[in-house]
């Protein structure tokens, strides 16, 4: 029951943060105040106020209390292989695709390098700007050999790749490369993206391979500073 407790009261605190209720930057009632709140006990609020901290939403300093941390961005996982959809769907956000481009092009050398592909091959080209919100903050520059995606259509690009991928040609797309920098907002960034005054693009390249170790998918996903963080679980291990 006491368990059940201190989840309820988890729930509310993040449902006040995340309505601006408690602002960020803010401090939490104290300890005390939220104990008569409540009506419970102390040990009870200090679990829900150490989950609240574990999962990012305050900071507890000595002496000070729980301050709100900045949740306006949205949560991307690092490690994770997520489509858009999936992403928008947990978010629970007003979300929309854009298809922006959509060609069968020959391969340039970086390409060639990116999907190990030759100059016989043949390769979607997408491009598809990411609406969150009303804002258009994720431009998505995809690349799939045709040799494993032979047809995609504006329907399935607006919709899930990975979805058709995975349902209609029954492919199992197993793990993916990553690469995470800063790259300086191109000319092509400014026409499909509401960059708003920003001048840099936090850059997510994806290598991503099939169950049977097939490079099928090279990713350019450009991403507006602000809205984003990126976030990924970590466990030291002990010998």
């Not at 729930?11 to 602002?23: M, P, Q, V």
């Not at 008569?36 to 006990?41: F, I």
């Amino acid at each position: 029951m006491k368990e059940n407790k201190y989840l309820t009261i988890y729930n509310d605190l993040l449902s006040k943060i995340r309505h601006g209720i408690f602002k960020a930057n803010e401090k939490l009632p104290s300890e005390n105040e939220l104990v008569q709140q409540y009506k419970t006990s102390r040990e009870t609020i200090r679990k829900a106020l150490n989950l609240l901290s574990e999962h990012g939403y305050i900071q507890k300093m000595k002496g000070k209390g729980s301050i709100v941390l900045d949740v306006s961005k949205y949560d991307f996982p690092v490690s994770g292989l997520v489509s858009f959809k999936e992403l928008a769907q947990k978010m629970k956000k007003p979300s929309k695709t854009i298809v922006c481009e959509l060609e069968l092009v020959k391969p340039d050398d970086d390409l060639k390098k990116h999907l190990n592909v030759t100059n016989k091959d043949e390769v979607w080209k997408v491009i598809r700007a990411r609406e969150i919100e009303g804002e258009k903050i994720i431009l998505d520059k995809d690349f799939f050999n045709k040799k494993f995606v032979p047809s995609l259509t504006r329907e399935i690009c607006e919709d899930s790749i990975y979805e058709y991928i995975e349902n209609v040609l029954k492919l199992k797309i197993s793990f993916a490369k990553k690469e995470i920098f800063v790259d300086k907002a191109t000319d092509e960034d400014y026409k499909y993206l509401d960059l708003d005054g920003y001048e840099h693009i936090v850059v997510v390249k994806n290598f991503v391979y099939l169950d049977d170790a097939s490079l099928f998918q090279y990713t350019e996903s450009r991403h507006r500073l602000d809205k984003f963080r990126f976030v990924d679980f970590a466990r030291r291990s002990h010998q």
